[in-house]
């Protein structure tokens, strides 16, 4: 028996001018995520796609593989039948191994003359030794689509995640902190079909120290969303020399501000449009609209705030969704866990400007720039 996954794709931008484009990305997602399984083909029919496997694959393991990428609507599995309806039969009986009561649905995309959708339901409902019940009202069907040929027998239909294929967007530079937020945010901006270029900024000795702790960890969780992420690590370190000495109430929003600006930089070498971050409003003392206004002021990259209207409940139900919270929750020398006692909650572009030039904020980050490593 041939095993198939039928891959159904988002409606919305089938309609639009770059459908073909959106087409073309998912399949390169699809195969890029597959890459190291065994399967014979992936192809494109008409407004689906159908990857064809032989007898023995994992075909659980695939689909669940599938079912993560950005960009499709649902999957289900099935096989080939002849245009014959004994065979559509035996088929279904093989797919339907856990004998669920299933309702039939029978679609013909080529009018053959041998039978019509009716005479396939008959052919179900007279069969004998079906082995599985009927039912109209079941939630579980057993899809016939006929094609010229040959006919598609399939079940079991997997809600997909949707959204835009990763890179139909452009890129982004996610900061992606240690926390729990940043990583549901780069979820979100993958889904809605930004790739990901990940900046983190450190407190280790070194960049190679940082690339052994969770960080690479919470990406790779995250790369089951869109394999072909990259990945920056910046010290903190010079950052944290030059505001020694500065009221310590402003050290957040500088150090947001310092973030935004390498993250900015960053997105110009990379083509990046965009910059992503985990924050929602009023969750922390840096995240009053005042502070984030001071930290974006001089910034002319698009920020985007995928989280902005989550509360921590769904933020945490989220990680936990993707995987991320486990490793968010791991004991981890964040820069912003230096706790800051009565941080300040308004404070003002002009001053803010004026402390960041005060206290040679540019010159640290340019050399903060030069110690970045791509991992
Ligand atoms: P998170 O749970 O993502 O750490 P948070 O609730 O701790 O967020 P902040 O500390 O204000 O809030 O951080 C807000 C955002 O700033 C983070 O979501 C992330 O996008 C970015 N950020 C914070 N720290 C870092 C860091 N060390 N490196 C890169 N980005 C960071
Ligand atoms: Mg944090």
């Keep these: 028996m041939e095993n198939m ?6 409606e919305l931008w089938l309609k639009g001018a770059n459908r073909d484009q959106f087409v073309d990305r998912l399949m390169l997602n699809i195969k890029a995520a597959l890459k190291g399984e065994e399967y014979s083909e992936l192809k494109n029919e008409y407004d689906r796609f159908v990857l ?14 599938i079912s993560k990428i950005p960009g499709i609507s649902n999957i289900a599995h099935g096989t080939i039948a002849k245009n014959d309806i004994n065979d559509m039969i035996g088929k279904a009986k093989l797919l339907n191994a856990e004998k669920k009561s299933v309702r039939i649905e029978a679609h013909r995309s080529y009018k053959t003359d041998a039978f019509t959708s009716r005479d396939i339901i008959s052919g179900f409902i007279n069969a004998k030794d079906l082995g599985f019940g009927l039912d109209m009202k079941s939630s579980d069907r057993i899809y016939i689509s006929v094609a010229k040929g040959r006919s598609f027998v399939y079940m079991d239909k997997v809600k997909g995640i949707g959204g835009l294929p990763v890179g139909a967007s452009g890129k982004a530079v996610v900061l ?15 889904k809605r079909g930004l790739q990901p270029i990940y900046l983190h900024v450190h407190t280790f000795p070194s960049n190679k120290a940082a690339m052994q702790s969770k960080m690479p960890k919470i990406i790779s969780m995250l790369s089951q969303f869109s394999p072909q992420s990259r990945s920056y690590y910046a010290p903190a370190h010079i950052f944290q020399s030059a505001v020694a000495g500065m009221p310590t109430k402003y050290e957040l929003v500088l150090f947001k501000k310092f973030m935004y600006r390498l993250a900015e930089r960053i997105a110009k070498d990379e083509g990046a449009k965009a910059i992503v971050t985990g924050e929602s409003l009023g969750q922390v003392a840096s995240q009053t609209v005042e502070n984030l206004s001071a930290s974006q002021h001089g910034i002319s990259t698009l920020i985007v705030r995928p989280l902005i209207g989550m509360n921590k409940e769904e933020i945490i139900g989220k990680a936990k969704e993707i995987g991320t919270y486990d490793l968010s929750i ?5 820069v912003c866990s230096i706790k800051i006692r009565n941080p300040a909650t308004k404070t003002k572009p002009p001053m803010m400007e004026r402390l960041y030039g005060e206290y040679g904020l540019q010159d640290a980050l340019d050399r903060t720039y030069e110690k970045t490593s791509q991992a």
């Design 5 to 10: 996954i039928i891959i159904r794709f988002g």
């Design 176 to 190: 992606l902190s240690g926390g729990i937020d940043s990583p549901v945010a780069s979820y979100y901006a993958m």
């Design 52 to 65: 064809y496997a032989s007898k023995g694959t994992d075909m659980k393991g695939i689909e669940a593989k």
């Design 330 to 334: 791991q004991e981890y020398r964040d």
